[in-house]
């Protein structure tokens, strides 16, 4: 070499790590090399995680975590997660850097707000009449007679 040095780039080796732990065609033991390798680098040989670098992440990686985001997300209000589950899944978006309001509208509001969606369902003209019907049957069992 001409007088630099050749310096290897962190990113990219745990990136070549991640795929031979990931290789089929790459033998147990290379495996176990590669993970010992991550380990004592601090990774781990899943996902991309959202503090790496972004350059390192292929397209797919990234589409992938979105989507795992977007579950975890999904699982915040999802009323048949147990709140040990919904706990988990706000500390993963917090880490991630994601931050959401929850429960930022009170009762009266939410039930403000279904009352305005069936109303609001009477008059489109793409919901069926059973529907409508049925969005009747609860404004008037909620006490609401003006449907204009």
Do not use: C, F, W
């Amino acid at each position: 070499m001409s007088g630099t040095e050749h310096t290897k780039d962190t990113a990219r080796v745990v990136a070549g790590l991640k795929a031979a732990v990931h290789n089929p065609n790459v033998s147990g033991e290379a495996k176990e090399n590669a993970l010992k390798r991550l380990e004592e680098m601090g990774q781990s040989a899943d996902t991309i995680t959202p503090t790496q670098s972004k350059a390192t992440r292929s397209a797919a990686a990234e589409a992938h975590e979105k989507n795992v985001l977007r579950g975890y997300k999904a699982a915040t209000s999802n009323p048949h997660v147990s709140e040990e589950a919904k706990q988990h899944a706000r500390e993963v978006l917090e880490a991630a850097g994601i931050q959401r309001k929850l429960d930022t509208h009170s009762e009266e509001e939410h039930q403000h707000r279904v009352l305005a969606g069936y109303k609001a369902a009477i008059h489109n003209p793409n919901v069926s009449a059973a529907a409508k019907q049925h969005a009747r049957e609860y404004l008037a069992e909620s006490g609401i007679t003006n449907l204009d």
